[in-house]
Nanobody, 118 residues
Framework: QVQLVESGGGLVQPGGSLRLSCAGP????????VSWYRQAPGKERELVAA????????NYTDSAKGRFTISRDNAKSTVFLEMNSLKPEDTAVYYCSGLDWRTGRRYWGQGTQVTASS
């Protein structure tokens, strides 16, 4: 079973920074378009940022533009989400998702909690 493992979440004061990591299977990670989603209590899961497997094209939700940066290192089978100027409304469980474009299958991680609070 494919495993995506998120790490890097935690508690940070508003205005602070965190760097999330999503590690995937070495044999196939380079074929994944990878996205970060988040889900706050009582809200639907929403897309935050995405990066393609070919060309490393990126896309962000409006609330993430200018504050978050998604990147990937295929040699390490890892995608990162650098989050700066965090706000209380960024508080959520952040999930990593990988879409294998060869098969159309999507995989999910277990999530990591991000809390921006004083």
């Amino acid at each position: 079973q494919v495993q995506l493992v998120e790490s890097g979440g935690g508690l940070v004061q508003p205005g602070g920074s965190l760097r999330l990591s999503c590690a995937g299977p070495v044999s196939s990670f380079s074929f994944y378009d990878v996205s970060w989603y988040r889900q706050a209590p009582g809200k639907e899961r929403e897309l935050v940022a995405a990066i393609t497997s070919i060309g490393f094209q990126t896309n962000y939700t409006d609330s993430a533009k200018g504050r978050f940066t998604i990147s990937r290192d295929n040699a390490k089978s890892t995608v990162f989400l650098e989050m700066n100027s965090l706000k209380p409304e960024d508080t959520a469980v952040y999930y990593c998702s990988g879409l294998d474009w060869r098969t159309g299958r999507r995989y999910w991680g277990q999530g990591t909690q991000v809390t921006a609070s004083s």
